[in-house]
Structures are given as C-alpha cells and as structure tokens.
C-alpha cells in the first residue's frame, strides 16, 4: 500500500526553526505536485505550500518569506523548511500527493501523509 511518510513536527519556541520531509513510499510514473497543509484545532485544513512537477511553487500568504519548500524527485521526497515561526503556525502538517501510478493510469491518485503536530511556543 502506497504511503505517505511524514517526519520532523515538534515543539520550538516563537521565532524558532523546524524542517518537515514527506516520502512516497513507492515509485510512481509521475508526481504532479507535492504538498503541505496544516490544520489548527478549529479551523478548516489549508494550503501551506505546494511545489509541481514543472518546479511552480505556491505559498500561503502567512508564510512567505518564512518557509521554502522543495522537492528531491529522485527520492520522492518533499521538504518544508520552516522558520521565524510564530503561534499561529501551531497546527497538523499534513503532507499531500497527487501524481498517476503508471503511464497507463485514468486517474490521478491523492495521497495524504498522517499528520505531524507542530507547536510553537512563546
């Protein structure tokens, strides 16, 4: 079963750093995008940062100039390096997928990563 595997939450202090990676588990014909969603208590999941296939990156407007996203393709893996963090970046990351298996795929899959809490204290 193909999984999304999530590391790097934690708990920093407000202006602190932290690094996110997510890893696809299995190879795939094509990545279309990779990406990061957080979600606070409360409040409705959001796009944090995505990163395409063609190297087009979109940004949440709360965290640009904070955080960088990338992408290693030859390792399926996604990063958020996150820093200047601030009280209401406390969330779950969710890391997020969406690409097709095999060249001879109908639909695109989307896959989600199971959450990493991030919690930043003052």
């Known amino acids: 079963q193909v999984q999304l595997v999530e590391s790097g939450g934690g708990e920093v202090q407000a202006g602190g750093a932290l690094t996110l990676s997510c890893t696809l588990s299995e190879t795939v014909f094509m990545i279309v995008a990779m990406g990061w969603y957080r979600q606070a208590p409360g409040k409705q999941r959001e796009l944090v940062a995505q990163i395409n296939n063609g190297g087009g990156i979109n940004y949440a407007d709360s965290v640009k100039g904070r955080f960088t996203i990338s992408r290693v393709n030859a390792m399926n893996t996604a990063y958020l390096r996150m820093s200047n963090l601030n009280a209401e970046d406390t969330a779950v990351y969710y890391c997020?997928?969406?690409?097709?298996?095999?060249?001879?795929?109908?639909?695109?899959?989307?896959?989600w990563g199971q959450g990493t809490q991030v919690t930043v204290s003052s």
């Open positions: 997020n997928t969406r690409g097709y298996a095999s060249v001879h795929s109908r639909e695109a899959f989307d896959y």
